[in-house]
């Protein structure tokens, strides 16, 4: 063999472990990302309880304010800004990212409103079996099928809600409020041809002018907080922007290098250390009988994401 074949040779292997080192290092930046963002979501109780004293109404406008200014500065960074500006410019998308846009606003509404009042524990069921309003979604709405493990899975989480529903005697609306609506955000977002970043640019920028307009108001009548309330309320509702911007920064980056059954299994980090804050840091109820709803639902996610692992492999 002449010594450019045996160059060419060695070459070849060298060329293909660059390449599998590179995808084993960008996975890894990938899961990195994943983690941060849903530890970040999980953590985020300990941001809301100290504005407690603060309408949840307006603290969802400056999040959605706020959170608006950074991703737009951001995108302008990278020079992107235009990708925000085509997906308004087409009537179609615009109005379903007005319907994103009010969809997400409910959620954080809610969830800002349920961490107030005590209710961390139920918010968290919310994102518990948001993954499995999915599943309901996708074969209602999108006409998929289920296999039979998938639907042992929705059985398993309808047993459970439906017993914490007997238990209280009336449904858990937090958190049925929080799955349904961030399903339906995630399964519209599915559909527009409209990258993460840039979408939720263009979300935050259709409802900026109310959420202006109404802490403009509330600073007018004297109930608005960045003027009226201490310097470290102003800090924690200015923060609220980067708080809301950077982890779905993260989701996006991870989950592009990430397989979608790895997504599935790290998404469980946030729920699960909103639950463990409830309960153990701010002492809400947790009886045997009422954890025995939440038993269901976990064994409907594991048996999910069994399915899940089993397929991807």
């Not at 085509?86 to 606003?105: F, G, N, Q, Y």
């Not at 918010?123 to 999915?134: D, K, R, T, W």
């Amino acid at each position: 063999m002449s010594g450019s074949h045996v160059r060419l040779a060695r070459a070849v292997p060298d060329r293909q472990n660059a390449t599998a080192q590179s995808e084993r290092q960008q996975r890894a930046r990938g899961l990195s990302a994943l983690f941060t963002a849903f530890t970040i979501w999980g953590l985020l109780p300990l941001y809301l309880r100290p504005l407690q004293g603060v309408d949840a109404g307006q603290i969802m406008a400056h999040r959605s304010l706020w959170c608006c200014v950074c991703v737009l500065a951001w995108l302008g960074v990278k020079g992107e800004l235009a990708q925000v500006w085509r997906s308004l410019a087409e009537r179609h998308t615009r109005v379903r990212l007005a319907a994103t846009a009010c969809l997400i606003s409910t959620n954080w509404l809610v969830y800002v409103w349920a961490v107030g009042h005590g209710r961390v524990v139920e918010a968290s069921l919310g994102y518990f079996i948001n993954p499995l309003v999915n599943v309901l979604l996708a074969v209602v709405v999108l006409r998929e099928r289920l296999n039979r493990v998938q639907w042992l899975a929705v059985g398993l989480a309808a047993s459970g809600v439906g017993y914490l529903t007997w238990l209280a005697g009336k449904p858990p609306y937090i958190a049925l409020v929080l799955a349904v609506s961030f399903g339906s955000y995630g399964l519209l977002r599915k559909t527009l041809p409209v990258e993460a970043l840039p979408g939720l640019g263009a979300e935050t920028l259709l409802i900026a002018p109310l959420s202006a307009a109404y802490l403009v108001w509330t600073e007018l009548h004297g109930q608005g907080s960045l003027g009226h309330a201490s310097w470290s309320v102003r800090v924690l509702l200015l923060l609220g922007g980067p708080l809301t911007a950077f982890p779905l920064a993260l989701f996006a980056f991870g989950a592009r290098r990430v397989a979608y059954a790895t997504v599935g299994l790290v998404q469980y980090i946030g729920p699960s250390m909103q639950l463990l804050l409830g309960v153990f840091l701010y002492r809400e109820p947790f009886a045997p009988t009422r954890a025995l709803g939440f038993v269901c639902i976990w064994a409907a996610l594991a048996v999910y994401a069994w399915d899940g692992l089993r397929r991807a492999r």
